[in-house]
T-cell receptor, first 112, second 116 residues
């Protein structure tokens, strides 16, 4: 069965520092992978998705993620954190159908 | 273009009651999925509807049910509410009607249910 594991339920960085949110997937077949962001009292918003076209995927708000098959990882990065990046981030995996499975989430705090 | 609309946004019920939540997908989207979000369990898939048919189902008891109408609007119902049903219920719609894992889900803001 497909699943994702997000390492670290809370990550804290200083404004301007590198953001690295970790996600490892488990899937017996090539998966589709997604990163979503959730701001307080809102639904989830798509940041980016991997669908095998390119291993380095660029998303909105300066985020990007790299698919590494050998490490079964899809970590999310941003070179320079901004205060507005503070939110909860979810990694998700899907294979067939709209039965998307989400990780437990990582809450990102950005310190001034 | 209007987004995914969920109503009501907030509601309070007591144990044993039932509740119906509504979701209006983005115009043209024919797939609607429902998720339950709680602090302890995270985001859990409830079910997905496409063209008025349930296409996928998560691991929830039969108290949780849903349906989709011909205009793609969807409702979910929870009967005999339990305290543990308190959660944010999220609806998401998708444009691509095929069973493709690449489909992007667009989420609504959710309906926050509190069971007392």
């Amino acid at each position: 069965a497909q699943s994702v594991t997000q390492l670290g339920s809370h990550v804290s960085v200083s404004e301007g520092a590198l953001v690295l949110l970790r996600c490892n997937y488990s899937s017996s077949v090539p998966p589709y992978l997604f990163w979503y962001v959730q701001y307080p009292n809102q639904g989830l918003q798509l940041l980016l998705k991997y669908t095998s076209a390119a291993t380095l995927v660029k998303g909105i708000n300066g985020f990007e993620a790299e698919f590494k098959k050998s490490e079964t990882s899809f970590h999310l990065t941003k070179p320079s954190a901004h205060m507005s990046d503070a939110a909860e981030y979810f990694c998700a995996v899907n294979y067939l159908g709209n039965d998307m499975r989400f990780g437990a989430g990582t809450r990102l705090t950005v310190k001034p | 273009k209007a987004g995914v609309t969920q109503t009501p946004r907030y509601l309070i019920k007591t144990r044993g009651q039932q509740v119906t939540l509504s979701c209006s997908p983005i115009s043209g989207h024919r797939s609607v999925s429902w998720y339950q979000q709680t602090p302890g369990q995270g985001l859990q898939f409830l079910f997905e509807y496409f063209s008025e048919t349930q296409r996928n189902k998560g691991n929830f008891p039969g108290r949780f049910s849903g349906r989709q109408f011909s205009n793609s609007r969807s409702e979910m119902n929870v009967s005999t509410l339990e305290l543990g049903d308190s959660a944010l219920y999220l609806c998401a719609s998708s444009l691509d009607g095929t069973s493709s894992g690449a489909n992007v889900l667009t989420f609504g803001a959710g309906s926050r249910l509190t069971v007392l």
